[in-house]
């Protein structure tokens, strides 16, 4: 098993920046990507950003703004948000693959004009 905890989000105006982080504990030697998704109200959820080994993918909605990061000694999967936008409010989730998927709990992100 897997247990991924989110910190992080929060309230911030148009143009802002936050910074989600994500923990993994766990059985995380069976984890090869961890990412982002995120879920607007009435919206599907989507993904973010994603990172393995040896490269990142970004939604193209997020590309050139988000940054996914991992520091593999903490066992921590980071997303940089800048130049945030009223679109950008969602809910975001923590994302492990492993054997299975694995999610964290979610934590909002409002993003005001």
């Known amino acids: 098993q897997v247990q991924l905890v989110e910190s992080g989000g929060g309230s911030v105006q148009a143009g802002g920046s936050l910074r989600l982080s994500c923990a993994a504990s766990?059985?995380?030697?069976?984890?090869?990507?961890m990412g982002w998704y995120r879920q607007a109200p009435g919206k599907q959820r989507e993904l973010a950003a994603i990172?393995?080994?040896?490269?990142?993918n970004y939604a193209d909605s997020v590309k050139g703004r988000f940054t996914i990061s991992r520091d593999n000694a903490k066992n921590t999967v980071y997303l940089r948000m800048n130049s945030l936008k009223p679109e950008d409010t969602a809910v975001y989730y923590c994302?492990?693959?492993?054997?299975?998927?694995?999610w964290g709990q979610g934590t909002l992100v409002t993003v005001s004009s």
């Open positions: 994302y492990a693959a492993g054997v299975r998927a694995y």
């Open positions: 990172i393995t080994s040896g490269s990142t």
């Open positions: 766990g059985s995380i030697f069976r984890i090869n990507a």
